[in-house]
């Protein structure tokens, strides 16, 4: 630490190294996968991992000990990681996107939460299933269930949405503040823990709350304070290409998965070698294709937000439903993608064992994420086609 008490800033690795780091981790969490599954949670050794390789200093500041690179640099990794484990992937993506989230909130706030280290771990939970809050004297009283809390099980501190109809404010809690509800039996990403965190009459300063409407536009006190160039684009713009880099890998990881188990395996009433069969070779080719053009779309987004950022200035409207328009369209094709490879697999690709089948429904649970809903994404891409003010939500 410096005598701010503040983290020492460290030289950020390059892009190559931080992906060469995930690829020496990928045989341990192949291994570990079916564990990270019947667990429901990613093994202790895992995050470990992580944040000796610095993945959750990706998006943090230099000022706290981060590394302040990129979303070009995290779906790199994260789509490297996804290839062997989707729910290990999907874990150490969020680690990287939550500190980056905590930037953004005002500096007293961040202060309070990297308290002199480099080495925190945040979850965030969203959606309240019930709740209530009470406005008191600096801050609010918050009672209620909030959902969806992934790698909440190695948490520091949480973030939560303000349970308000007209606000969609940010709101950071100690560990200490919240209870979590084990809850989580899913039929796909289970090895996320994405647990309920409950809250009882906890109080939440005000410093500790980051406007929805600061946020969303890049204007927020913290994301200011340190001049990095990703804090300064809309949220919301850069977050729709959180998910999308784990179904890239994950599928990508499926494909091969595939590849590998037809290697010797012949068809059942015929003898033919199944790597000799030409719909086999098509199968795969189309799989393999579309997978390539799935990345090749999330790298150019990505680069091309960087851009933006670089540049100090925010997309026209068109410009950010396109970028939003094309990571839903990445989930919705890697989906079909999984689905085609699920069937090409065949029988022996549904035991619990393989990990194929694993892949399919990590796949699609992931696909289900609110982010990446396609009639909305495609909805707001034809109204901005014609220069269509955005819809108000609920008219």
Same mark, same amino acid.
């Given at each position: 630490?410096?005598?701010?008490?503040?983290?020492?800033?460290?030289?950020?690795?390059? $892009?190559?190294?931080?992906?060469?780091?995930?690829?020496?981790?990928?045989?341990?969490?192949?291994?570990?996968?079916?564990?990270?599954?019947?667990?429901?949670? $990613?093994?202790?050794?895992?995050? %470990?991992?992580?944040?000796?390789?610095?993945?959750?200093?990706?998006?943090?500041?230099?000022?706290?000990?981060?590394?302040?690179?990129?979303?070009?640099?995290?779906?790199?990794?994260?789509?490297?990681?996804?290839?062997?484990?989707?729910?290990?992937?999907?874990?150490?993506?969020?680690?990287?996107? #939550?500190? !980056?989230?905590?930037?953004?909130?005002?500096?007293?706030?961040?202060?309070?939460?990297?308290?002199?280290?480099?080495?925190?771990?945040?979850?965030?939970?969203?959606?309240?299933?019930?709740?209530?809050?009470?406005?008191?004297?600096?801050?609010?009283?918050?009672?209620?269930?909030?959902?969806?809390?992934?790698?909440?099980?190695?948490?520091?501190?949480?973030?939560?949405?303000?349970?308000?109809?007209?606000?969609?404010? !940010?709101?950071?809690?100690?560990?200490?503040?919240?209870?979590?509800?084990?809850?989580?039996?899913?039929?796909?990403?289970? *090895?996320? *823990? @994405?647990?309920?965190?409950?809250?009882?009459?906890?109080?939440?300063?005000?410093?500790?709350?980051?406007?929805?409407?600061?946020?969303?536009?890049?204007?927020?006190?913290?994301? #200011?304070?340190?001049?990095?160039?990703?804090?300064?684009?809309?949220?919301? $713009?850069?977050?729709?290409?959180?998910?999308?880099?784990?179904?890239?890998?994950?599928?990508?990881?499926?494909?091969?998965?595939?590849?590998? @188990?037809?290697?010797?395996?012949?068809?059942?009433?015929? +003898?033919?070698?199944?790597?000799?069969?030409?719909?086999?070779?098509?199968? $795969?080719?189309?799989?393999?294709?579309?997978?390539?053009?799935?990345?090749?779309?999330?790298? #150019?987004?990505?680069?091309?937000?960087?851009?933006?950022?670089?540049?100090?200035?925010?997309?026209?409207?068109?410009?950010?439903?396109?970028?939003?328009?094309?990571?839903?369209?990445?989930?919705?094709?890697?989906?079909?993608?999984?689905?085609?490879?699920?069937?090409?697999?065949?029988? %022996? @690709?549904?035991?619990?064992?393989?990990?194929?089948?694993?892949?399919?429904?990590?796949? #699609?649970?992931?696909?289900?994420?609110?982010?990446?809903?396609?009639?909305?994404?495609?909805?707001?891409? +034809?109204?901005?086609?014609?220069?269509?003010?955005?819809?108000?939500?609920?008219?």
């Amino acid at each position: 630490m410096n005598d701010l008490g503040l983290a020492k800033p460290q030289t950020a690795p390059t $892009l190559e190294e931080l992906v060469g780091r995930a690829e020496a981790l990928l045989p341990r969490l192949r291994e570990r996968a079916v564990e990270t599954e019947r667990n429901r949670r $990613l093994p202790d050794v895992s995050v %470990q991992e992580f944040r000796e390789a610095g993945f959750p200093k990706i998006f943090a500041p230099p000022r706290f000990g981060g590394y302040g690179l990129g979303i070009d640099a995290a779906a790199a990794v994260v789509s490297t990681l996804s290839s062997a484990c989707a729910s290990s992937g999907w874990v150490a993506n969020l680690f990287m996107n #939550h500190n !980056w989230m905590v930037s953004l909130f005002p500096m007293q706030a961040q202060e309070e939460y990297w308290d002199g280290s480099s080495d925190r771990l945040i979850s965030t939970a969203s959606l309240a299933t019930r709740s209530q809050m009470d406005v008191v004297d600096g801050g609010y009283r918050l009672t209620g269930r909030w959902k969806f809390s992934s790698g909440c099980d190695f948490a520091d501190w949480f973030i939560i949405m303000k349970p308000s109809s007209t606000s969609a404010d !940010w709101m950071l809690l100690p560990r200490s503040d919240v209870t979590i509800e084990d809850d989580w039996f899913t039929s796909g990403l289970c *090895g996320t *823990g @994405s647990r309920d965190i409950i809250l009882d009459n906890v109080f939440v300063p005000s410093h500790r709350v980051a406007a929805a409407a600061d946020v969303q536009t890049g204007n927020s006190e913290g994301g #200011h304070a340190h001049g990095l160039p990703l804090l300064k684009v809309p949220f919301g $713009l850069g977050a729709s290409w959180a998910i999308p880099p784990v179904l890239v890998g994950a599928a990508a990881g499926m494909a091969d998965a595939v590849r590998q @188990s037809l290697i010797g395996k012949k068809a059942l009433f015929t +003898g033919e070698l199944q790597v000799e069969r030409a719909p086999n070779q098509i199968r $795969l080719a189309e799989a393999l294709t579309d997978i390539h053009a799935a990345e090749l779309v999330m790298r #150019h987004r990505t680069a091309e937000i960087m851009t933006w950022a670089k540049a100090g200035g925010a997309p026209s409207p068109l410009e950010a439903a396109t970028s939003g328009r094309d990571a839903s369209y990445v989930a919705r094709l890697v989906t079909r993608v999984a689905d085609s490879l699920s069937l090409m697999a065949g029988a %022996q @690709s549904i035991y619990l064992a393989n990990p194929v089948q694993r892949f399919l429904r990590d796949i #699609h649970a992931g696909a289900t994420h609110v982010s990446l809903v396609w009639e909305e994404h495609a909805e707001r891409y +034809g109204r901005a086609l014609w220069d269509l003010p955005p819809k108000v939500p609920g008219k």
